[in-house]
C-alpha cells in the first residue's frame, strides 16, 4: 500500500536538538494542510523521537511532499511503515530496548489527533492490539527503562553517598525518585506546580520549587525531569557545585553545559543505554522475528480497507462472468448479447448493493471470498 507513508527521526540518527528543528518542520506541514486536504496525519513526539504518520489521496504526489520535510529523517512506505509501527510499540526502536512506555505516549497522541482517517485509524487500532499479543507471548518479561539505565549508571559510577534531588515529576520523575529509593538513596523531590502526593514517591524529602536549586549543593546528582522549552539550570549555577552530578533527562535539554563536573544528557545515554542492555537485546530476538511477521498480515487488513483491493476483483471478476454468460446465451438464443448483459449488470447491482454499501469488517473477507480467492476455505 504505497499511500501509507512514515517520517521518523530519532535517537539513533539524531541528538535533542535536532529533533527539536524536525518537530517545528513537522508542525509547519501539518499547518498548511488544512480541512480536506486529502492527507490523513499523526504526529508522535517523546523525548527520543519525532515522527509523522501520512496517508494520501494522490500516491503520485506523496514522494514530492514528503521529501523537503524528511532532510535528516527516516522516510518509509507501506509495509516498512507498518513494521516499524509494531516494533516501536513493542518497544524494539527505544533507547531503553523492550520498554512499555512508549505505548501510552503512542495512545496519547492517537487519541488526541485529529488528522487521522479510516486508514490511520485501522493502522493504529489494531497496531496496538497486536504489538499487545506479541508483547504478552514474545516478550521476556523484564523491561528496561531510560530512568532504570540513568540511575544505574549514576550508582555504579559515582561513590558519592549524598543524597539526590529530581526535579519534576511526571512520569520520569517519579519513576526515577522510586528506583532511587529501592536502591536505597536519600531523595528531594520538587516540582514547579503542585506538590505531589506523599504516596506517589514515599521516604522522599518535598522541596518547594524556589529553593530546589540551592538544596541541590548538597546532593550527590539532579536529575532533571521537566518538560521546560528552556534550560532550568545554568552553566554557572552547576560549575559552582563541581561535585553534584547533572542527569538531564529532558528534551529539549534542561541544563545548559558544564565546565566542571559532570553532566550527563539524554544524547549521551544512547551509548550508556547500548552497553548496559547490550545482553539483554539478545532475549528480544523473538520478539523481532514475530513483529517482521505480523506486519504482513497487518498490512494486507489496512490494504483491503483503503483500497477495497477484493472488492474491485470481485466485481471484476462479476463483469466478466457477465459478459461471458450473455455472449454464450445470445450465440444459443438469437438474443442481442449487450441486451442480456445490460440486463444482468442491472441484477447483479441490486443483489451487491447492501455489500456495496457495507463497511463492517466482515465485508472484506466477503469480497475476497466473492473474488474467488476465498473458495477453498
Given amino acids: 500500500m504505497d499511500r501509507l507513508c512514515a517520517v521518523s527521526m530519532d535517537h539513533n540518527s539524531s541528538i535533542v536538538g535536532t529533533r527539536a528543528a524536525f518537530s517545528e518542520r513537522i508542525a509547519a506541514y501539518i499547518g498548511g494542510i488544512g480541512p480536506g486536504g486529502g492527507v490523513e496525519y499523526l504526529k508522535i513526539e517523546t523525548c527520543n523521537r519525532i515522527e509523522l504518520y501520512l496517508v494520501f489521496d494522490n500516491v503520485h504526489d506523496e514522494r514530492k511532499a514528503v521529501s523537503s520535510l524528511a532532510v535528516g529523517a527516516a522516510v518509509m512506505f507501506g509495509r516498512d511503515v507498518v513494521r516499524h509501527l509494531l516494533r516501536v510499540l513493542l518497544g524494539l526502536e527505544s533507547m531503553a530496548k523492550g520498554e512499555s512506555h512508549i505505548v501510552s505516549q503512542v495512545k496519547t497522541a492517537y487519541e488526541t489527533s485529529d488528522g487521522c482517517g479510516k486508514v490511520l485509524h485501522r493502522l493504529f487500532q489494531r497496531a496496538f492490539g497486536v504489538a499487545a499479543s506479541l508483547r504478552s507471548r514474545c516478550h521476556p518479561g523484564r523491561e528496561p527503562s531510560i530512568p532504570y539505565i540513568a540511575v544505574k549508571h549514576y550508582v555504579e559510577n559515582s561513590a558519592a553517598a549524598a543524597p539526590v534531588m529530581v526535579v519534576g515529576l511526571g512520569e520520569v520523575g517519579i519513576e526515577t525518585a522510586r528506583i532511587l529509593i529501592l536502591m536505597g538513596r536519600g531523595v528531594l523531590v520538587s516540582n514547579r506546580t503542585e506538590r505531589p502526593q506523599r504516596s506517589m514517591i514515599s521516604n522522599a524529602e518535598i522541596v518547594p520549587w524556589d529553593e530546589w536549586r540551592e538544596r541541590a549543593r548538597e546532593c550527590g546528582a539532579v536529575f532533571l525531569c521537566t518538560s521546560s522549552p528552556v534550560p532550568i539550570l545554568s552553566g554557572e549555577a552547576q560549575d559552582e ?25 539524554l544524547d549521551d545515554m544512547k551509548t550508556i543505554s547500548e552497553t548496559m542492555t547490550r545482553e539483554y537485546s539478545k532475549s528480544l530476538s523473538a520478539l523481532e522475528e514475530e513483529a517482521d511477521r505480523a506486519s504482513e498480515t497487518l498490512l494486507a487488513e489496512i490494504s483491503l480497507l483503503a483500497d477495497d483491493t477484493w472488492k474491485h476483483l470481485a466485481l471484476a471478476r462479476a463483469r466478466a462472468i457477465i459478459k461471458e454468460r450473455a455472449s454464450q446465451h445470445a450465440r444459443r438464443s438469437g438474443g442481442v448479447e449487450e441486451e442480456l448483459e445490460a440486463f444482468a449488470s442491472s441484477v447483479m447491482n441490486v443483489f451487491l448493493r447492501p455489500l456495496v454499501a457495507e463497511r463492517a469488517a466482515h465485508s472484506s473477507r466477503a469480497w475476497r471470498i466473492l473474488s474467488g480467492e476465498g473458495e477453498a476455505e
Avoid: I, N
Fill in 241 to 265: 557545585m563541581p561535585d553534584t552530578w547533572t542527569m538531564d533527562l529532558g528534551a529539549p535539554h534542561q541544563s545548559e553545559p558544564r565546565h566542571m563536573g559532570v553532566r550527563v544528557t
